[in-house]
């Protein structure tokens, strides 16, 4: 194992000397230099830590160095406090993390997730910073502009309801229908699974696949994804599409990563901690939500600048999100179930009855909470068909309450709106196409 150390001036040197074999001889490791991280106060300069040292302007720019010019397996952080606290340690961990190096202190060790190498097309990935970001939108909404730009994508979907063995759903044959949705869920299935809703809305082939536990950098704790991959590289389909699940990372290898966050989040979620790491294997960030009342443009212009701190040559596209009925509902009354939050119902709304000519009679943002839901629903006067995210809730409570009533069902997408966003997305397509074919 080769070991990068990372010191600072707070400690003598032939304290560090002696902790620098130490750990080699704890690890059985060869140190092949050291990072110093600054401070001044048990140094005068000329010290001899046994292996070379690399300076820097800062401590991650020195540690960025210190990995370009000696690759380690391992980063091992002898520093402390005042020098190195606790956030400055998260964005080291990331740095090395993304360089595929585990990175260890004295009571903690983190390890950089396992990307294998299985899919065998050119491939995306699109993760998230957590739940309710829009990431499955945005994955739904990449697979059908590359289907209509000719790169025939499937997509590999990881959830927390997917099912026990992958499945495949041919999206353009499915019948979007809610009795279809409420026969899945008669069988046994979770009709209202990423899966689903991307192969009904995207109409595209999808592969459903599930996960359990989330670690700090993203890798499931469980999860049947390598065998959903392996499924889809036996598809008649030229492109495999990821789809993350929260902030858990697909544990596949890909050619380009689409990183999905909310400017309604906390900027610390997205660029410290380990957003961070997520950022840095990231090639574009989208910014959905980027609008009031969600998140003031002070808010999504701090974000920018604090994701570009980490990765400067990331473009970031601010988007905001619209519905997108799957059929017509010019001239119906109907009730609008979403998961959006409260502040935002009556915009999305008036959105629908001026895009899409309907009345929208009663909104409810509870499709996540099957208690509020069930309440707001009857609450819900006499309407022609309920317009309802495929999510949560939708087919076990809305489409069997819509089922009972005798009222109609239309499903419901979200689409990202920004200028430029469709370029970004095929720029990265293209060139997952370039770097397989390289491969």
């Known amino acids: 194992m080769r070991v990068l150390f990372l010191i600072d001036g707070e400690h003598y040197p032939p304290v560090v000397r002696r902790a620098i074999r130490s750990v080699e001889e704890r690890l059985g490791a060869e140190g092949v230099a050291a990072a110093f991280l600054g401070g001044a106060e048990k140094i005068s300069g000329g010290e001899d830590y046994g292996v070379p040292l690399v300076r820097g302007s800062d401590p991650v720019a020195t540690l960025r160095r210190a990995l370009s010019e000696h690759p380690a397996d391992a980063v091992a952080d002898l ?66 502009l590359l289907a209509q730009e000719g790169f025939d994508p499937a997509v590999v979907s990881m959830g927390r309801g997917g099912p026990e063995h992958p499945e495949v759903l041919n999206g353009h044959l499915m019948q979007l229908g809610s009795g279809y949705l409420l026969e899945a869920l008669e069988k046994g299935a979770h009709a209202a699974s990423d899966y689903y809703e991307t192969a009904a809305l995207s109409r595209v082939v999808t592969v459903g696949c599930r996960r359990c536990g989330g670690g700090l950098a993203g890798e499931p704790f469980i999860s049947n994804v390598l065998e959903g991959a392996k499924i889809a590289d036996t598809l008649e389909t030229s492109m495999t599409v990821f789809d993350g699940s929260g902030a858990a990372v697909p544990p596949v290898a ?162 990202p709106v920004a200028r430029g966003l469709d370029s970004a997305l095929l720029e990265l397509a293209r060139g997952a196409v370039e770097d397989a074919s390289c491969n």
């Not at 990331?94 to 950089?112: K, T, V």
């Not at 989208?286 to 990765?311: G, H, W």
């Not at 040559?313 to 905001?320: A, G, Q």
Request: with cysteine; aromatic share 6%; glycine share 8%.
């Open 254 to 415: 890909v050619q380009r990563r689409v990183l999905v966050a909310g400017a309604h989040q906390d900027p610390e979620y997205i660029a410290g901690y380990l957003g961070a790491y997520r950022v840095l294997i990231s090639d574009l960030l989208i910014l959905t939500m980027s609008e009031e009342p969600m998140a003031a443009p002070e808010r999504v212009e701090e974000i920018t600048a604090l994701v570009r701190e980490v990765k400067p040559e990331i473009r970031v596209i601010p988007t905001v999100f619209r519905p997108r009925p799957a059929e017509s509902v010019e001239g119906l009354r109907v009730a609008y179930v979403s998961t959006a939050p409260g502040s935002m119902l009556e915009k999305l709304a008036g959105y629908l009855e001026r895009e899409f000519g309907c009345e929208v009679a009663a909104v409810s943002g509870n499709l996540s909470n099957r208690r509020l839901l069930a309440q707001d629903l009857e609450a819900v006067g006499e309407v022609d068909a309920y317009l309802t995210e495929i999510k949560a809730a939708a087919v076990d409570v809305v489409t069997r309450r819509a089922a009972e009533r005798g009222v109609g069902v239309v499903y419901c997408d979200n689409e």
């Open 79 to 144: 520093s402390d406090e005042p020098v190195i606290g606790y956030r400055e340690r998260m964005r080291l961990a990331s740095h090395a993390l993304a360089a595929g190096a585990r990175y260890i202190g004295s009571d903690f060790e983190l390890r950089p997730p396992g990307f294998r190498r299985v899919s065998t097309k050119p491939s995306l990935a699109v993760i998230g910073t957590g739940k309710r970001v829009g990431k499955t939108a945005v994955a739904g909404y990449l697979a059908r």
